[in-house]
C-alpha cells in the first residue's frame, strides 16, 4: 500500500504568517493528491485536489504544488478561521491513503 | 446544496454488527461515487471503503475487507456500509464523502458530519 508521511506534525502560528506543510508519498503519485482541513466535531472539507487545483469556494490563501512523490500545501496570511488540522491524501491507487496530519495551532 | 447525513452509530459488543447509513440530497447520488472515511480517538483520518455510482466496482481497506460491506439504493439516495464481526478498533466517528467525480476516483470534495460507532463490551 502507499505510505503517505507529513510534516511537521505540528506546528505553531501567528495570524498573519505563512505557513508550509510537508507531505511525502513512498512512490510516485504523479499529480494524484489532495489536501483538506478538519476541525474539530465538523466534517472535513477539501482544499486542494489534483496536487494544485483549489477547491470551488477555497480561499486563495490556500494553494498546493510538488509531483511524484513530494508535495506541499502553503497557507499565506493565515486567518483566525485556519486553525485545524490538516491532512493529504493520495487518490493514485486503492487504498486511498490518508498523511497522519499536521494540527496547526495558535503560538 | 450538498448535504450528507450519517445515522445508525451507536455501541455495539465485539463480534456485534451495526449497519450506517447516509442520506444524501443537493446532487445527483446516482451519478457519483461514494466513499465511507473513518476517525479513531486520537487518531487521524483512514479511508474505508469506495463504491462506484453504479456499484460496479467496490474497494475496501485491508483493515475491513471481508467484515464491511459497502452499498448504495439510488432510489433512496442513501449509502450503508454493513459492518459485521466489529473489534475494538473499530471504534470511530465515521464520515460519508462524496467522489469529486469524473473519473479519477478518489477526490472527496463533500463530507458528512459523521456517525460515532463505539465497540466495547
Known amino acids: 500500500d502507499m505510505q503517505m508521511t507529513q510534516s511537521p506534525s505540528s506546528l505553531s502560528a501567528s495570524v498573519g504568517d505563512t505557513v508550509a506543510i510537508a507531505c511525502r508519498a513512498s512512490?510516485?503519485?504523479?499529480?494524484?493528491l489532495q489536501w483538506y482541513q478538519h476541525k474539530p466535531g465538523k466534517a472535513p472539507k477539501l482544499l486542494i485536489y489534483?496536487?494544485?487545483n483549489l477547491q470551488g469556494g477555497v480561499p486563495s490563501r490556500f494553494s498546493g504544488s510538488g509531483s511524484g512523490t513530494d508535495f506541499t500545501l502553503i497557507i499565506s496570511s493565515l486567518q483566525p478561521d485556519d486553525f485545524a488540522t490538516y491532512y493529504c491524501?493520495?487518490?493514485?491507487?486503492?487504498?486511498?491513503?490518508f498523511g497522519p496530519g499536521t494540527k496547526v495551532d495558535v503560538q | 446544496q450538498v448535504q450528507l447525513v450519517e445515522s445508525g452509530g451507536g455501541v455495539v459488543q465485539p463480534g456485534g454488527s451495526l449497519r450506517l447509513s447516509c442520506a444524501a440530497s443537493g446532487f445527483t447520488f446516482s451519478s457519483f461515487g461514494m466513499h465511507w472515511v473513518r476517525q479513531a480517538p486520537g487518531k487521524g483520518l483512514e479511508w474505508v471503503a469506495f463504491i462506484r455510482y453504479d456499484e460496479s466496482f467496490k474497494y475496501y481497506a485491508d483493515s475491513v475487507k471481508g467484515r464491511f460491506t459497502i452499498s448504495r439504493d439510488n432510489s433512496k439516495n442513501t449509502l450503508y456500509l454493513q459492518m459485521n464481526s466489529l473489534r475494538d478498533d473499530d471504534t470511530a466517528v465515521y464520515y460519508c464523502?462524496?467522489?469529486?467525480?469524473?473519473?479519477?476516483?478518489?477526490?472527496?470534495?463533500?463530507w458528512g458530519q459523521g456517525t460515532l460507532v463505539t465497540v466495547s463490551s
Open positions: 491524501q493520495q487518490s493514485y491507487s486503492t487504498p486511498f491513503t
Open positions: 489534483a496536487a494544485s
Open positions: 464523502a462524496k467522489d469529486r467525480a469524473p473519473p479519477p476516483i478518489g477526490v472527496l470534495d463533500y
Open positions: 512512490q510516485s503519485i504523479s499529480t494524484s
